[in-house]
């Protein structure tokens, strides 16, 4: 079975700053998908970011980007110039090819953005 | 378009009552799924359904019932409310294509508290 691993339950970063929140994960797949999620205090879930394994370019949107490598089975988000707005729970996910859609979760990282 | 949509946003049952979480989207998924999300353990899987009349159970099924009648709608049933169910409920869908695995998209989720 997938695992997904958070080992930071908290971060903190300044306003305008970088931040960087890490994720591993463990799979006998070769082919799956990798997804940020962001929880604000609304309780929804936002998609952030989304990686194909099989790209070997890491996704970028906008102020958001992965480092993706998969030998190491490692899922890192880098925020740039955060933003107050950027303050949630950010959760690392891992889905498998046709077949095996289940979306298996990290127990998330809690990012707090000091003005 | 409204996505997914889940009712009620809020309920409380006593132990032993029985009740039926709603689900439904407007973007022919073939895929939704039930979470439920407790602090600290992210989101753990419920029941899921590739499409309709296709059920099977996730990581934690106990105490849950599912049903697919039509593509849109998916609603999960409680048996038996516990104390052990409280917790945030959430629904999600996406695309499944042969060989292209979509995004899933969720619902604003469902705060149930269980006396």
């Known amino acids: 079975a997938q695992t997904v691993t958070q080992s930071q339950p908290e971060m903190s970063v300044q306003e305008a700053e970088t931040v960087t929140l890490s994720c591993t994960y463990d799979t006998s797949e070769s082919d799956y998908y990798l997804f940020w999620y962001k929880q604000p205090p609304s309780r929804q879930m936002i998609l952030v970011i989304r990686q194909e394994a099989y790209k070997q370019q890491n996704a970028t949107e906008n102020r958001f980007s992965v480092n993706f490598q998969k030998a190491a089975k490692s899922f890192s988000l880098k925020i740039s110039d955060s933003q107050l707005g950027d303050a949630a729970m950010y959760f690392c996910a891992y889905r498998g090819n046709f077949g095996n859609e289940k979306l298996t979760f990290g127990t998330g990282t809690r990012l707090t953005i000091i003005p | 378009n409204a996505g997914v949509t889940q009712t009620p946003k809020f309920q409380v049952l006593k132990t032993g009552q029985s009740m039926t979480l709603q689900c439904a989207q407007d973007?022919?998924?073939?895929?939704m799924s039930w979470y439920r999300q407790d602090p600290g353990m992210g989101l753990r899987l419920i029941h899921y359904s590739v499409g309709a009349g296709i059920t099977d159970q996730g990581e934690v099924p106990n105490g849950y019932n599912v049903s697919r009648s039509t593509t849109e709608d998916f609603p999960l049933r409680l048996l038996s409310a516990a104390p052990s169910q409280t917790s945030v409920y959430f629904c999600?869908?996406?695309?499944?294509?042969?060989?292209?695995?979509?995004?899933?998209?969720f619902g604003p989720g469902t705060r149930l508290t269980v006396l």
């Open positions: 973007m022919n998924h073939e895929y």
């Open positions: 999600a869908s996406s695309y499944r294509v042969s060989q292209y695995t979509d995004t899933q998209y």
